[in-house]
């Protein structure tokens, strides 16, 4: 896995950790504020991703 990913995973598991079963738009603040900049991850995904966590899973596969 590259630092890039793996620094991903990591911070999206920290985060779904954190705020499972919170509302999207504080769960999109998070992910926005302490993701690690990656090529190629868009707000779209973001927003995938912080609905996951806001029902409860952690899509990090950690």
């Keep these: 896995m590259h630092d890039t990913e793996e620094a ?4 999206v598991h920290g985060i779904a950790g954190r705020l499972a079963g919170h509302p999207v738009p504080v769960v999109m603040d998070a992910l926005l504020r302490d993701l690690p900049k990656a090529p190629g991850l868009e707000v ?15 899509p990090s596969g950690l």
């Excluded at 991903?8 to 911070?11: K, M, Y």
């Excluded at 779209?44 to 952690?58: F, H, K, L, P, Q």
């Design 8 to 11: 991903l995973f990591r911070a």
């Design 44 to 58: 779209t995904e973001i927003r995938r991703i912080a609905e996951e966590i806001s029902v409860g899973r952690d």
